[in-house]
């Protein structure tokens, strides 16, 4: 009976293409309700984080206490946990676009910042700038940008063997994670781990952060998520082969550069202010597709509110789990995204030989 209803649907070209607007419609609604969901999650987890620990208040006493009368409890949690949440946010959001870009770029779904070695060449500029020069602490994001792109013109010339392979990247990305940050450890070993600006780059910790932080990295992520939108067109573009792109008028390799530029400073902003996280610009930007599909005007908007959402829940997992002592975020996105990442390699049919 599925048989023969399909062939009269291969006959009647009128059920065809109602089904194509069915399904057109469903994706559209189940995107929808993703960014609802998304969005509920995250209001939901935002107050959750703020109440957790040993100084709780209310919504309605957090809004009284900000915005009525003073409250010292609510003051203190403005101080200390406000600052760590934003941060945590801000930082999701700008690793898990720059995800989404490095994906688009190098066309390799398991292309992440933190994977290929971006995260860790900005982390060990921003531990050079932090240990010898923390004179020029403002300049520390601007030198965790070179370094991210130093450690990308070096994955990406070292990958290059008559064309780039995604496995040659995602191996070279390896070793030069490892490299710097073995480097990175070594200036914090030889400090004697008293320096804590030092320490927290290298153990991505983001306990002490404060409100200058959060004015440190507003700007350039903001930046970078406004640049990234700029090109949300052309990352759709580039799914396409490369001749294809430029029959429609598309300049292929300034494209490339260009995306993977605001890739490199969003993934290197936020390594310089929340240290190194890998595996959240490759979990993020995979479950958005599922959800809203690979349009990017869709997964981009996406995957920063979730990629907000899943930076913030690693953190809170990992003050909470061993309370009172705290877990690195970035060792809870290594426990999750480890399996996650085996899982993604033994799937894909690309490096199954």
Known sequence: MKQRNRDCGQDNPTLGWQDDIRRKKNKKVRAALSFLVITVLMALLFFAAINIGSLQVGVTGLLKGLFVEYDPNVAAIWDLRFPRIIISMLAGAGIAVSGVLFQAVLKNP???????????????????????????????????????????????????????????????GVAADALFTGLASAFNSMSGKDMSGVAAIVEANITQKTWEDVSTLFPYIAAGLFLAALFLGECNLLSLEDKTARSLGINVNTTRICISLIAVLLASISTAIAGAISFLGLIVPHIGRILVGSDHRALMPFSALAGAFTFLLADTIGRTAAAPHEVSAAVVMSVAGGPFFIVLLRRSKKYAS
């Open 110 to 172: 398991l292309a992440d910042p933190g994977i290929i070695g971006i995260s860790s060449g900005a982390g060990f500029a921003a531990v050079l700038v932090t240990a010898f020069a923390p004179q020029w602490y403002f300049f520390t994001p601007l030198a965790a940008f070179l370094g991210g792109v130093i450690a990308f013109l070096l994955v990406y010339c070292l990958s290059w063997k008559g064309g780039l392979s995604p496995l040659r990247i995602i191996l070279t």
